[in-house]
């Protein structure tokens, strides 16, 4: 898949700069056109969390509250994307070109998981930040909104410095169709890369046989990829299949998202939920 047009979510925040920061860094890499999209707070919406008892004045003056802190983010985040346009140097374009690397400004009122997942069904890939303990609510509501109802690949971005991804990719193969989209997806960015290594789990839940198959799959694409296997029960995956990708010194690893039950990963955990806990580079997931 040739991945033509990227969607990143900004909100001003730490969280959303990393986001920016690598999605122009892979965008201008691959000439990509970037919508970069900032959704407002409705100040309405706070009405129902106030509570019962308070007078109008008191609603008022909490909706006026709201509404700046909505001016004070927008500007925030528009300034970090005219920063970045001005650091990797897309030019600003609201009509699509025949090539070239672009980025185009979206601002809207609402709430930003309803939009990312309206907006990103028509993008090749989302660029979505990682939740951390810290994160706000919003931050896990939106990389769902992006995994479970766009149908399309998510770059998931971790917290602080992180390499610019694509040039030492680790594949997480487990044979699922998860996994078969996220490689799907990735295959322009494996075509680009200097290494590629598959890496497959053998214990009682799947085969390390899968990843020979796979390998012969990428060769027909050009893609020359060395295969390796984790032994280990299955509870065992996700520390392993970190520190193995760590010991790589990958800076990308492409995996699918979920592919067991997410509320059974949730409550069991799995290795899905352990990779958005912990991992320290950028994941490339689809669902």
């Known amino acids: ?15 959303s700069a990393r986001c920016l920061e690598l999605g122009f860094m892979l965008g201008q890499r691959l000439n990509a056109h970037i919508d970069v999209l900032h959704v407002r707070s409705d100040p309405k919406d706070t009405v129902p969390l106030l509570g019962e008892g308070m007078s109008v004045a008191m609603i008022e003056d909490m909706m006026d509250v709201a509404e700046k802190e909505g001016v004070s983010r927008s500007a925030l985040a528009h300034k ?65 909104a992006a995994l479970f109802e766009t149908g399309r690949p998510v770059l998931v971005v971790p917290p602080g410095d992180a390499p610019e991804p694509g040039r030492k990719i680790v594949i997480s193969w487990n044979g699922s169709a998860q996994a078969a989209r996220a490689v799907a997806s990735a295959i322009s960015l494996l075509k ?13 839940r799947t085969s390390g046989e899968r990843a020979p198959e796979l390998a012969s799959y990428l060769a027909w694409h050009g893609i020359q990829a060395r295969t390796e296997t984790i032994f280990g029960p299955a509870s065992t995956v996700g520390p392993k299949l970190i520190d193995d990708v760590r010991a790589e010194q990958a800076d ?36």
């Open 1 to 15: 898949m040739t991945l033509r047009t990227f969607l990143i979510p900004a909100d001003g925040s730490n969280d």
């Open 80 to 144: 970090g994307f005219e920063d970045a346009v001005r650091k990797f140097g897309a030019v600003e374009s609201d009509a699509a070109a025949a090539g070239g690397f672009s980025a185009r400004w979206l601002e809207e009122t609402g709430r930003e998981d309803d939009a990312v997942a309206a907006h990103g069904r028509i993008t090749d890939l989302i660029v979505a930040a990682r939740p951390t303990e810290t994160s706000d609510v919003s931050t896990n509501l939106t990389l769902n």
């Open 192 to 204: 680009a890369a200097e290494s590629v290594t598959v890496f497959t789990v053998d214990s009682g």
């Open 252 to 287: 990308l690893l492409v995996m699918g998202a979920y592919t067991h039950s997410r509320m059974r990963q949730l409550i069991l955990g799995g290795v899905t939920r352990h990779v958005l806990e912990t991992a320290e580079l950028p994941v490339l997931m689809a669902h």
